[in-house]
């Protein structure tokens, strides 16, 4: 049995690896608006179900959510600059990028800070 569970548990680890890697959802992950990361390591987790208030980290909008799981950006900004609404990365974690909060999509940048 537990050697088993431990098969399992090995084989799903490779292939998030194999995910991570090749991003087979590519599509569907930038439409969500989130790094490769959070895509595929966060779905899943447990969260607390109550109303939890989280600033956008650019430009200070109040976002409200119905559970835990907040966001860094809010979807405008995420979408504006091109990064990881989740974590604020960059959508392809690129960490060669430098950040300008004012240029709009300019597909160069570096994430805000937390």
């Known amino acids: 049995m537990a050697t088993a569970r431990s098969n399992r548990r090995y084989d799903d680890l490779v292939k998030l690896a194999e995910n991570l890697q090749r991003d087979p959802q590519l599509e569907l992950r930038i ?28 430009c200070l909008t109040p976002q409200i959510y119905v559970n835990s799981r907040t966001d860094v950006l809010c979807l405008k900004c995420a ?5 990881c609404k989740h974590c604020g990365a960059d959508w392809n974690l690129d960490s060669t990028r430098e950040f300008d909060p004012k240029e709009k999509s300019s597909g160069i940048g570096s994430e805000p800070s937390p």
Not at 33 to 46: A, D, L, P, S
Not at 79 to 83: A, G, M, P
């Open 31 to 58: 439409q969500e608006n989130v790094c490769v990361t959070c895509f595929y390591t966060e779905r899943g987790q447990i969260v607390m179900n109550a109303f939890h208030h989280q600033p956008c980290g650019l």
């Open 79 to 83: 979408n504006e600059h091109s990064l």
